[in-house]
């Protein structure tokens, strides 16, 4: 028999059965979306790959589900700690737009590459400016519950009111309260955050409400609490994010939706473990950050990535490197030709045994790498060939490799292109740059970039 769906709850820090609130409804699922000040980086997209594989097990699994995510558009400080400027508006002094306009901007850019990694969209892609108004409805019960107070920078929710406060970060309050290394400023406790803030005296935001409080903007965390209940409800299946939400966007998101109702907000926590580079954790305030625009210009297929990050545990950090992505393309190439070749034939089943291998592995907290090495033993076994074909196909529901579009034509160099890579190497044999850089950019107006390596060069599409 099959295993049945488990998967490991934060909260309760265990693995655990997986049954829906609703058996009649979908599952209802809540997952952190970008801060919309510049674009995201691979490390956020491995964070949105494992939450696209999570829906598709549980699709898998024959749910059907409803997917929010958020876009925050507002009110994400520079410091967790409620200290610092608005990222939006800093992003929009950096590169001298509106913060509506990069708003909208990295929006897009994220949709767009949500696309090239095959992660399906959401069915509710909501931002925090559209919900203002949810916003402050939800800071007044808070308010009215006794849980919020107002200093003269904001209205600030006060953590010591909650007993439990902290539980999914494990938090060690007294040990926080006795070191005070956190700046505080008029915060009762170290660990209170900000439920809207007023605009600073005497100056204009670009982004900044009414509110019964004062003028200003909402605190970070709100956003998420509030879109949450608006469209899932008071008490949803899962919510997901990046191990860096643990600590304090989750832990503030219960502390809000408990003050309001009582209940505490989501039955399954799940996070997703960071992508290392260099052993350091990929982030865009760091500087430097790699995009899957990057992988792209380097000539790697993004589906790559995708492949790449099947290979690790969604709980385990990953270190990136360029030579685990040649890997990558490796395998990836391997498996598309492999399952092109198989062949194709309409009523073959899949095979049950191997169905059953597949499911155990992603039913265990989506053991997605165990499923993986199922894919390639079915590739390499001895089943007939299109029963081998229709088990990888479905395989594919859950990894999303687009393995039943994928045709060898799509690397086929076409002779004109080849054409003006052989001149351009050519012309670098002769020292002859500016000749080189130009045959380069006429390729690039075919869609194709050469890749030099040693000892020669590789095309590949762009
Ligand atoms: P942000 O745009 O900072 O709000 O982050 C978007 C998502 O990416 C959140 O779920 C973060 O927790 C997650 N995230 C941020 N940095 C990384 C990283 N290096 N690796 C994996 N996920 C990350
Ligand atoms: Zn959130």
Known sequence: MTAALTLYDNYTRTQRRFEPLSP?????????????YDYQHIGNFRTFLFEDVLKRVLRWNGYTVMHVMNITDVGHLTSDADTGEDKMEKGARRTGKTAWEIAQLYTDDFVENLARLNIEDADILCRATDHIAEQIAFIADIERNGFAYVTSDGVYFDTAKQPDYGHLARLDIRGLEAGKRIEQ???????DFALWKFSPPGERRQMEWDSPWGRGFPGWHIEC????????????????????????????EIA??????????ANFWMHGYFLLLDDAKMAKSAGEFLRVQSLIDRGYDPLVYRYLCLTAHYRTQMSFSWEAMDAAVTALDRMRRGVHALEEAAQVPPDAAYIERF????????????ALAVAWEVLRGEAPSAVKRATLLRFDEVLGLGLADWSPRQDAVPPEVQALADARAAARGAKQWAEADRLRAELAA?????????????????
């Open 446 to 462: 075919t869609g194709w970039e050469v890749e030099d390596q040693s000892g020669g060069y590789r095309l590949k599409r762009r």
């Open 225 to 252: 609490s509030a879109m949450a209940q608006k469209y899932l409800g008071d008490y949803f299946d899962i919510h997901c994010g990046g191990e860096d939400h643990i600590p304090v966007h989750h832990t503030n």
């Open 359 to 370: 499911t155990d592995q992603v039913n265990d907290d989506l053991n997605v790498p165990r």
């Open 185 to 191: 400023g008029e915060k009762r406790s170290p660990t």
């Open 24 to 36: 009649a409804g979908p599952v209802r699922l809540y997952t952190c979306g970008p801060t919309v």
């Open 256 to 265: 809000q939706t408990e003050a309001r109702v009582g209940t505490r907000l």
